[in-house]
């Protein structure tokens, strides 16, 4: 841009929209919805060890309402359908839907009358992790494929309208 | 477990528990055995619930926890069918006494024309949510329970799942879900 011309080396020019999402995406705030041994592998990625926070996504809210990262770590039944999806409405815009393992995305082994094949029936999920659980790598390998998806505008899979959501947009 | 000490199991005699509850319930029982060490003990239906209060309340044997109700529909099995006059389920209570450290397993075989057991809450109030759980998976209600509903299930569902005879991918629940009146 001309302007960087004619200032100094340390001042840069950008929209507001690249900034916010900058912030967006190194400052994930995730909701665990852990329902079954994913969650362990869940627990695993934001400790020590793997240290989820190294991709600022370590702020674990455990109320919908300040998180903007849904992660369905497990199977979800039936009757526990309808507590998700009341999760997921709670959170505000924009947000994100990680769909964690086997049973999450597909209903795994458990081809039975009670289980969900699959929560993407219900929920707009931006990303499937495969495996059974997954390895922590492979959850981090989500985050971070949402935080690219983040970074290059791409709006979230459940935004309600472009309109609504203007901002989200690079 | 310790038969050895209580039970003389190991010189061929029967367990003392056996010959306890047979002199008290001669019609009652209808069937001891004892494999693998387990002892198990087959009740009528109208007198399972005096042989478990003998059970509890004897203060030689003193089965005082009641560890798990369950149940098993054998209508699969012919042999045991027709062992039990074509009695479709078991209900099996599993007890253990914290006196003796004995464990045994007391069964009653239900029809499926009287589907029905006294419900043992008045005995071990742990009770209530074991029963409730065989109610929601067979259909087997237990009379003067004190909240016999759905533990498991949805308060609306219809069907017992345990049972043989239901298709494990469901009669169409998972097609007919509706979501929206659910999360109403």
Known sequence: MGLENRSDDNIITTTVDKVINWGRKNSLW???????????????????????????????????????????????SLKMMPVLKKIYDQMPEPKWVISMGACASCGGVFDTYTLIQGVD????????????????????????????????GELPKGTLSDANSASVTG | MSEE??????????????????EQFQDGVLDLSEEFDELSLVAHRDSVYEILEF?????????????????????????????????????????????????????????????????????????????????????ITFENHPNLRRILMPDDFEGYPLCKDYPLRGRGERETFDFERQNA
């Not at chain 2, 010189?11 to 306890?20: A, H, I, L, M, Q």
Request: glycine share 4%.
């Open chain 1, 30 to 76: 995730p909701m665990p919805f852990g329902t079954a041994c994913c969650a362990i592998e869940m627990m695993a990625t934001l400790a020590s060890k793997y240290d989820l926070s190294r991709f600022g996504a370590e702020a674990i809210r455990f109320s919908p309402r300040q998180s903007d990262l849904l992660i369905v770590s497990g199977r979800i």
């Open chain 2, 5 to 22: 000490e209580n039970d003389t199991t190991s010189s061929g005699k029967s367990p003392v528990v056996f010959e306890r509850v047979k």
């Open chain 2, 55 to 139: 059970l509890k309340n004897d203060a030689k044997l003193s089965y005082d926890f009641l560890v798990d109700v369950t149940a098993v529909d054998y209508s699969q099995m012919e042999d045991v069918l027709t062992k039990y006059d074509y009695a479709r389920f078991m209900v099996v209570y599993h007890l253990y006494s914290y006196k003796t450290g004995d464990r045994l397993r007391v069964k009653a075989p239900v029809h499926e024309k009287e589907l029905s057991v006294r419900t043992v809450t008045s005995l071990w109030k742990g009770a209530a949510w074991l029963e409730r759980e065989v109610y929601d998976m067979f259909g």
């Open chain 1, 121 to 152: 029936q219900f929920l707009p999920v931006d990303m499937y992790i495969p495996g059974c659980p997954p390895r922590p790598e492979d959850l981090i390998d989500a985050v971070m494929q949402i935080q690219r998806q983040i970074d290059s």
